[in-house]
């Protein structure tokens, strides 16, 4: 990284309702550029203004949500975030040199529309890929996307996935198109409130191995098969383990009913919401970390389960599936098939030293995705768009 970068960056992020990890990236960017703003319409519960790299968060309006179809089951709604126009004040008070912006949304299209005027230079976010996220059988708005995408200079992405869909689909230049996972974890965020000498800290009181799950609880996150394929292992007469989840939704009690009429209350501990500051000690009292999600762009709480040295059972629908070495860190299933999830859990459950071998290669391959190489990332990227 050139340590004499000296430019204003911008962020344009509609929503960041899920995103406690950006603390981190910030505080790293904040280091290397002073005259940093990420503007958002919507912060995630618990938000402290305090902690470092939170300070340069600069909240505009709110953002809502306008789906465009009827609620999906398996997957991402289709729609559009509203966010408010007023965000085009204070980026023209700011005066960036250089705009990272989240995607097609109606943020960047204003950036674009004032881009003669104000010089600055884009760089759109594409976070990853999925089929509710590229509407590739939207026609129309597939055409849109490309006419937008002339008008920005750089793309970045976590995956391969992402990178295909923006080359393949979209027909933009490859040499425009970078990817590095910039969406990471910090162990000592997910630490950061957790108090040990208090109880409020459930910790499983069940049998070993412990496999967990951490996310909404909602049929797109596939818990219905993940609990399909812990009655799937009762019927074999596996219930030595303990399933523990982490995380709450609209669907709680549909999945609660579900696990009693599978009669699984002697395996599935059910947590409850955790803040994110308290997440990392429930990684730390795991043994394996399933995934069973139907659909999701990328997916942090694999790298996040990586960072604390756990192997990992992975939805292929997930983007971050491309973080698993199959039989190194852990295996990729298909999660429509409950049998394959019941087969990967039983590896774990026969060889119990299974789950340090393949942890210990998580922490490895997790190492170099940190919230400094992140930055540095974006910094990069932003001096490369600023000297063309």
Request: glycine share 6%; aromatic share 12%; net charge neutral.
């Amino acid at each position: 990284m050139n340590k004499n970068i000296n430019y204003k960056i911008a962020f344009l992020y509609p929503s960041v309702e899920l995103g406690a990890y950006w603390q981190p990236v910030l505080k790293e960017i904040k280091k290397m550029l002073e005259q940093t703003i990420f503007f958002t319409g919507r912060l995630w519960p618990g938000f402290d203004a305090n902690l470092p790299g939170n300070s340069v968060i600069h909240v505009v309006g709110k953002t809502r949500f306008i789906k465009f179809y009827g609620k999906r089951n398996d997957g991402y709604d289709r729609g559009l975030y509203f966010v408010s126009p007023a965000i085009i004040f204070p980026l023209l008070q700011f005066k960036p040199d250089v705009i990272f912006t989240s995607a097609f949304s109606i943020w960047t299209m204003m950036a674009i529309l004032f881009k003669p005027l104000m010089r600055w230079r884009i760089v759109m976010m594409w976070d990853g890929s999925s089929p509710n996220v590229d509407c590739s059988d939207s026609q129309v708005r597939s055409q849109l996307r490309r006419i937008i995408s002339k008008f920005v200079e750089a793309f970045i992405t976590n995956n391969n996935a992402g990178r295909n869909y923006l080359v393949n689909s979209l027909n933009i230049a490859p040499e425009k198109v970078f990817v590095k996972p910039y969406m990471v974890p910090d162990t000592k965020a997910l630490l950061d409130r957790v108090n040990t000498s208090t109880c409020d800290i459930k910790v499983p009181n069940g049998k070993s191995p412990v496999f967990l799950y951490v996310g909404r609880l909602e049929t797109r996150k596939g818990i219905h098969l993940l609990l399909q394929a812990c009655a799937i292992l009762k019927q074999q007469g596996y219930t030595d383990y303990t399933l523990m989840i982490v995380g709450d939704g609209v669907q709680r009690d549909e999945f609660h009913s579900l696990s009693q009429s599978y009669q699984l209350e002697e395996c599935v501990e059910w947590v409850g919401w955790v803040n994110y500051g308290k997440l990392g000690h429930y990684f730390q009292a795991a043994d394996v970390f399933i995934f069973p999600t139907l659909e999701d762009i990328w997916g942090m709480v694999v790298l996040e389960a990586m960072a604390f040295s756990k192997p990992v059972l992975c939805s292929q629908l997930a983007g971050a599936a491309e973080m698993i070495v199959e039989g190194e860190n852990g295996y990729i299933f298909d999660p429509y098939q409950p049998e394959t999830i019941a087969e990967a859990m039983k590896q774990f459950i026969h060889h119990p030293n299974l789950s340090n071998l393949m942890g210990e290669k998580s922490q490895q391959l997790i190492l170099p995705h940190t919230p400094q190489a992140a930055a540095e990332f974006f910094v990069d990227i932003g001096a490369y768009v600023m000297s063309k």
